[in-house]
């Protein structure tokens, strides 16, 4: 039993007090998880995902137009949240963690639950910009802000904040993955930040 | 009519004269390409081939075991060579140079002829493969050789050779293609060249 189904269980072992808002959301949000994952994409039914959650189809519909939403989601749940990363003004520290966190994004979109959704009609393309949306805009945007200050505080050349240079630890994870595999090595990403960024932005 | 078949016809159109080694070569691998194109990779035969080229079957299987090797080293044949661009010592024009080679054979490999040729069985992996041996290897290091020439001169910081600094700008390309789509206009290039790999590169 995992972590998702875990919770779906212990959020569903409730049923004698009515759970609202959140508490609720995230009942239903683990219990699609957890469902994607035993009977897959499609036989996933609104039905089912109630049930499992201990909830019923009404609350579902409330929330969800239908099933593809409900796992989009879900699936977007299940992302690391980018925002939620402590930066620290040590500009290697804070761009290490947030090519960390893009790693992790990789990692889970190529899990079991995301290649259960992905292959079924049109979810391919709405799960990229789900992930885009979720995590690499943000990333792109905090990876800017990172530099920003750092070329304020003069710790950075002028001009480390512009241009493509944002991108730069994206695409070497990219890179990594189309041409040496999906599992991104820690001395591969410190080496990233250490021979390639750093460098690039640094003010000598 | 476009280029290759204008070659092949103009090869082929020698019947008097024995072609031998280089030439008649260059004939096959361009009829080659010319029934790719005209007919598709499951409908290209030997017989074909030998027919469009102006020679016999003979004179193939001389040259190639059966279909996939010739069709690999056609295919092969229409990439760029790296080893033909003419480096100066001008760190930028050379690296820029190196980046225009990538962004053609990214061309090349999403043309019409590679498609054709790319869903049959196994071939996608081996095409991979040829383009990594005929373009990426080498460009990687002439890349190298180009960074290890700028350090050695004192116009690029110690160290700007190695790690994965030479993995850069094919990664931005990479990133381009995935992000953006597969068309890399040269603004794009130049401000890989001048906002990312310059500044990592330099001595300052």
Known sequence: MDANTAQARE???QPGRRRRGDVLQRAILAATLEQLQS???QKLTMEGVAAAAGTGKAALYRR???K?????????DALPDPRELPL???VRADILSLLRCLRATADISQGAVFQLAKNEEGMESRF???VDDRVLEPVRQLTLEVLR??????????GAAGGHVADVGQAMLMHHAMTKGPDIPE???ESVVDDVIMPMVTAR
Request: proline share 8%.
């Open 68 to 76: 593809p939403d409900l796992v989009s989601d879900a699936l977007r």
């Open 88 to 90: 620290t003004d040590d």
């Open 39 to 41: 009977v897959g994409y």
């Open 11 to 13: 959020l569903a072992a």
């Open 64 to 66: 969800w137009p239908g």
């Open 128 to 130: 990229a910009s789900m």
């Open 149 to 158: 200050r750092g070329v304020a505080r003069g710790e950075l050349r002028p």
């Open 187 to 189: 001395e591969y990403l």
